[in-house]
């Protein structure tokens, strides 16, 4: 079975504004523009978290577009989901998933579906940028909600060039993602690299630790 990598980080947050704010405050940086997803009704901002041990990695701030029509189906991530509503307006953006890059999305999926997972359909989604159409392939569970809490990533497949290619060095990178509540045979199926740190519930489903400017930063999923 050939690998995954970890292909990005996604912070819900009540608003765009809101995220940025959050970024600066929590990391130190600046993020960059993203730009609006038709498929899903949401817009996001970026931050390069590439490394020598993450290549191609990245953080995205994602939120609910206000001027987007609705999309007709779940939003990923769950961000329609009334309990994280309501904490992202009280309590600002959260960890609320992480996305695995594969060469081989359907057969990720596949496996997946093996270990009796529903991940649902592969999607195909882009957005605009100022270097041009990104595209891509994702699959996302009917639902919307990331699998086993989160600790099982979002699949995607890039068609082109990757969003990092675009994006300079933010001075954050990814020092670590633990994971809890991801079952043996999932590990099996993606072969994440670079590896993360499993172990076993209760606990947040996803916790991550960042080299910034001001030191290492810790952030966890709710629970």
Not at 72 to 93: I, N, V
Not at 109 to 120: A, E, M
Request: hydrophobic share 45%; net charge neutral; glycine share 10%.
């Amino acid at each position: 079975m050939q690998h995954t990598e970890i292909d990005h980080l996604v912070i819900a947050a009540d608003s765009l504004a809101q995220g940025a704010a959050w970024c600066e405050a929590t990391l130190g940086v600046a993020s960059l523009p993203g730009g609006e997803h038709a498929l899903m009704g949401t817009h996001n901002r970026l931050l390069n978290l590439s490394s020598a041990s993450a290549p191609q990695c990245y953080l995205e701030i994602i939120a609910i577009n206000p001027a987007a029509p609705d999309p007709g189906r779940a939003r990923w991530f769950g961000l329609e989901q009334p309990a994280l509503q309501a904490r992202l307006r009280d309590q600002g953006p959260e960890l609320v998933g992480y996305v695995a890059r594969s060469a081989m999305v359907d057969m990720h999926r596949w496996g997946l579906i093996n270990c009796r997972f529903q991940p649902g359909p592969t999607l195909r989604a882009s957005r605009q940028t100022a270097q041009g159409l990104l595209e891509w392939q994702i699959v996302v569970a009917d639902d919307g909600l990331p699998l086993a809490g989160g600790a099982v990533p979002t699949l995607i497949q890039w068609s082109g060039p990757h969003p990092t290619a675009a994006m300079p060095d933010s001075g954050i990178s990814l020092k670590q993602l633990t994971v809890r509540g991801m079952p043996d045979q999932a590990a099996q199926v993606l072969r994440l690299r670079p590896a993360v740190q499993r172990e076993a519930l209760p606990g947040a489903a996803l916790s991550v630790t960042l080299n910034t400017p001001r030191g290492e930063v810790a952030l966890s999923s709710f629970g």
